[in-house]
């Protein structure tokens, strides 16, 4: 069987993180106590997440190392592992050191970056973040940069060109696209409407919470994931948050609600994340038109130490959990809630996601 196809089309950005006792007052000059840079944005993030679930590590950098050493002495037949899925992000990055940097750990991680556009006059996306040590609270600025610069043309959906051993992959549409909202709405929307004309699943993540969406968007979405904020404001553009609804926000009945005025508006799965709370999801049978499901409490952790990321997390492995093991939601979800908690263990984004092999359930 050739290997799957994911597809992420969003954001590639460069996060710059300063940590401070407290934030500067205006005009003041403070001396801070670190500053660190790393890959993120949402999209990134999500392609790594894919890619990392999917693969164990030693699989990985072994083979990175054999294609390393195939580059300098060429004739070797066999690749050691071909990925099970094909990871293939779609994006755009400036032409500058943030840009290759980006480029450079998504390859290493096992995704093909073949088709993220580097853009000569356009910088690289950057969110700045500012952590105040002694409150916690997190302050960020995002320049979206090359990112605003993503459109969808015709050929978006084309096979990707890149050579490797898996050319097989190559010839079709992808089995699931992933989005999110970090790259133009118009963008968004209009390919939702290719892939539902080309009957390719979309799986959507309106992230960061947004007022509105166009209905036409939620017609014919297989996956709809989201959490407790990007949930309300949605539900809250579609005019039917009542103060009762507000008051239960969290519980399983106004969760099932939630979920249920997404399924009347053509959405398959439905899937709320909660934090430390956990998951709500619901799938709509087809036959009968009705929702179920239910609540997943979160997963043990040991101590909460960086929630960063945790959202990305839990859509990559929802996505490897249905498409690269043929999951049904229910299963799907419990994998990503186990993922989602592995990765507030850890401090930082992209390099807090675990690889396959480093949760247990479902098989690599
Ligand atoms: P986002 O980062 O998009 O706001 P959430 O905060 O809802 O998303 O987290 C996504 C998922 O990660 C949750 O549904 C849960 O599975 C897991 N998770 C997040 N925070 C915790 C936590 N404190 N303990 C255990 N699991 C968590
Ligand atoms: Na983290």
């Known amino acids: 069987m050739p290997p799957k196809t994911i597809q992420i089309i969003g954001s590639l950005n460069i996060d710059l993180i300063t940590r401070t006792p407290r934030h500067p007052n205006p005009g003041e000059t403070l001396t801070a106590t670190s500053?660190?840079?790393?890959?993120?944005?949402?999209?990134?993030?999500?392609?790594?997440?894919?890619?990392?679930?999917?693969?164990?590590?030693?699989?990985?950098?072994?083979?990175?190392?054999?294609?390393?050493?195939?580059?300098?002495?060429?004739?070797?037949?066999?690749?050691?592992?071909?990925?099970?899925?094909?990871?293939?992000?779609?994006?755009?990055?400036?032409?500058?050191?943030?840009?290759?940097?980006?480029?450079?750990?998504l390859k290493a991680n096992g995704v093909d970056t073949t088709r993220?556009?580097?853009?000569?006059?356009?910088?690289?996306?950057?969110?700045?973040?500012?952590?105040?040590?002694?409150?916690?609270?997190?302050?960020?600025?995002?320049?979206?940069?090359?990112?605003?610069?993503?459109?969808?043309?015709?050929?978006?959906?084309?096979?990707?060109?890149?050579?490797?051993?898996?050319?097989?992959?190559?010839?079709?549409?992808?089995?699931?696209?992933?989005?999110?909202?970090?790259?133009?709405?118009?963008?968004?929307?209009?390919?939702?409407a290719t892939a539902r004309e080309s009957c390719i699943d979309v799986l959507l993540n309106p992230a960061p919470a947004v007022g509105d969406l166009p209905r036409d968007v939620y017609k014919g979405l297989k996956h709809l994931i989201m959490n407790e904020t990007e949930?309300?404001?949605?539900?809250?553009?579609?005019?039917?948050?009542?103060?009762?609804?507000?008051?239960?926000?969290?519980?399983?009945?106004?969760?099932?609600?939630?979920?249920?005025?997404?399924?009347?508006?053509?959405?398959?799965?439905?899937i709320i994340t909660l934090g430390a709370k956990g998951v709500y999801y619901s799938f709509r049978n087809e036959a009968e038109g009705w929702g179920e499901g239910g609540h997943v409490p979160a997963a043990e952790v040991e101590t909460v130490v960086d929630t960063t990321a945790a959202g990305d997390a839990f859509v990559g492995a929802y996505a490897v959990a249905v498409v690269g093991h043929g999951a049904g939601v229910a299963e799907a979800v419990r994998w990503a809630n186990r993922v989602g908690a592995r990765t507030v263990e850890k401090e930082g984004a992209m390099g807090a996601i675990p690889w396959g092999d480093e949760v247990g359930g479902l098989p690599v």
């Open 116 to 192: 993220v556009q580097q853009t000569d006059g356009e910088k690289t996306g950057t969110a700045v973040v500012i952590v105040e040590e002694d409150s916690g609270e997190n302050r960020i600025l995002i320049t979206p940069g090359a990112n605003a610069s993503v459109v969808s043309p015709p050929s978006l959906f084309l096979p990707s060109s890149s050579s490797s051993s898996s050319s097989s992959s190559m010839t079709s549409l992808p089995d699931l696209i992933i989005l999110q909202l970090e790259i133009p709405l118009a963008t968004v929307v209009n390919i939702i």
């Open 231 to 270: 949930a309300g404001l949605l539900m809250g553009a579609l005019g039917s948050e009542t103060a009762e609804a507000e008051e239960e926000k969290g519980s399983p009945k106004n969760a099932q609600d939630i979920c249920e005025r997404f399924h009347a508006l053509g959405v398959t799965n439905v």
């Open 35 to 105: 500053f660190t840079y790393g890959p993120g944005g949402k999209g990134a993030n999500q392609a790594v997440a894919c890619a990392r679930l999917s693969r164990s590590k030693n699989n990985q950098q072994q083979q990175q190392q054999q294609q390393q050493q195939q580059q300098a002495a060429p004739p070797s037949t066999s690749s050691l592992s071909t990925p099970n899925i094909h990871i293939d992000m779609i994006g755009a990055v400036g032409n500058d050191f943030f840009g290759h940097h980006l480029l450079d750990e």
